[in-house]
């Protein structure tokens, strides 16, 4: 765990408005643990990141966002491109989530794009993957897995991997109350660092940080966080209470 940070990222979704996000940030800021043992990120939509990097600015917390395109500029309405991200003071930026694979059309393909297109200007990607029930009952999740960590990162350098974080998000998981036990997500983290280790080597594998997400709450963080490959988490729902995500970062020491 030395080699590699825990990150703590709150993925918001379609939830909050300005005043709304000006009022979390009034209530987070004071309660906001001190130490170092992780880094915090929150993932918050596109229209109130100007106000989130504004709020947060004097503290911890870095500001995310939940998506980008893939091409620099161009005719593709209603989109937003890394770059204006990056000019905003986004550090990171959620690729490939199961629900905009789910309802947006977002393939292996234009998540590997994307990826590009983040490193390209300096955004941390948190590349989602992340099996249905169905498949896991198939017992095909570990090759699903390693096909999407692979397309995902194809034509990624070693250099540009350290900035790559991937979140294990299981389907079944998300938004459910449903958690994959730790032994579960533990197994998938470790088959995902494999997949890496084998792409680029033990060294670039031991500094990526994998998180799990789906239903990660106050009461099950800490076990989850306790398996050796699980670095940290990507959070919805508890991400929108102050005092439920200050419980998840404590539970990360
Ligand atoms: C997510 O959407 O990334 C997620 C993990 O959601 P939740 O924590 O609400 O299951």
Redesign the pocket.
């Known amino acids: 765990r030395r080699y590699r940070k825990t990150i703590i990222a709150g993925?918001w979704?379609m939830n909050k408005t300005l005043s709304e996000t000006r009022a979390f940030a009034e209530e987070l800021k004071p309660i906001l643990p001190k130490g170092k043992w992780c880094d915090v990120v929150l993932c918050v939509p596109y229209v109130n990141i100007p106000a989130a990097i504004r709020l947060f600015k004097d503290c911890r917390v870095a500001i995310g966002a939940e998506n980008c395109h893939y091409e620099a500029t161009g005719a593709y309405t209603g989109e937003v491109s890394a770059e204006m991200l990056k000019e905003l003071g986004v550090k990171y930026v959620?690729i490939g989530?199961?629900?905009r694979r789910q309802y947006y059309n977002e393939t292996d393909l234009t998540v590997n794009k994307k990826v590009h297109a983040a490193l390209e200007v300096g955004l941390r990607p948190i590349v989602?993957v992340g099996e249905s029930l169905e498949q896991r009952e198939l017992g095909v999740t570990m090759e699903l897995i390693a096909y999407q960590v692979k397309c995902a990162l194809s034509g990624v350098s070693a250099d540009k991997l350290r900035h790559v974080v991937i979140?294990y998000?299981p389907l079944w998981?998300?938004?459910?109350?449903k958690?994959a036990t730790a032994e579960q997500a533990g197994e998938v983290c470790q088959a995902i660092r494999a997949v890496i280790r084998k792409l680029y080597g033990a060294r670039v594998a031991r500094s990526v940080t994998i998180q799990y997400?789906?239903?990660?709450?106050p009461k099950n963080a800490a076990e989850l966080l306790a398996q050796p490959d699980v670095d940290g988490?990507?959070?919805?729902?508890?991400?929108l209470k102050p005092e439920q995500f200050v419980e998840i970062i404590n539970a990360a020491n």
């Not at 998981?173 to 109350?177: D, L, P, R, S």
């Not at 997400?213 to 709450?217: A, D, F, K, L």
């Open positions: 993925n979704k959620i989530h199961s629900e989602c979140a998000e998981a998300i938004g459910t109350g958690t997400g789906g239903s990660m709450n988490g990507l959070i919805g729902g508890a991400s």
